[in-house]
Nanobody, 123 residues
Framework: QVQLVESGGGLVQAGGSLRLSCAAS??????????MGWYRQAPGKERELFAV???????NYADSVKGRFTLSRDNAKNTIYLQMSSLKPEDTAVYYC???????????????WGQGTQVTVSS
């Protein structure tokens, strides 16, 4: 009921910047999108959550990206933006957008995922 489309990944040199976007579309208008965020998964590692933004715009970051990444949200467009700066080779991973949403009448939130976008940082 919520589709997430990511864009903006690619190859960048260490120290460079990239901006990722994640646009959410609802197949049922009454679905309420709550928290949105970004996970990433490097080869051979588990998927990790590193940035979250609430519907009110409050953000939280993992220590590994704090001070370098900035997450913002446009509720009118149901889109979040991840500005990544001072990128390091260890930031190389597939980046996944995530959204938590409540369907009408539901008690619990449902989880939705984007297809993932590759970010590669060369040294």
């Amino acid at each position: 009921q919520v589709q997430l489309v990511e864009s903006g990944g690619g190859l960048v040199q260490a120290g460079g910047s990239l901006r990722l976007s994640c646009a959410a579309s609802r197949t049922i208008f009454s679905i309420s999108i709550k928290n949105m965020g970004w996970y990433r998964q490097a080869p051979g590692k588990e998927r990790e959550l590193f940035a979250v933004i609430t519907s009110g715009g409050s953000t939280n970051y993992a220590d590994s990206v704090k001070g370098r990444f900035t997450l913002s949200r446009d509720n009118a467009k149901n889109t979040i933006y991840l500005q990544m700066s001072s990128l390091k080779p260890e930031d190389t991973a597939v980046y996944y957008c995530n959204a938590e949403a409540r369907r009408p009448g539901a008690v619990f939130l449902s989880n939705y995922w984007g297809q993932g976008t590759q970010v590669t940082v060369s040294s």
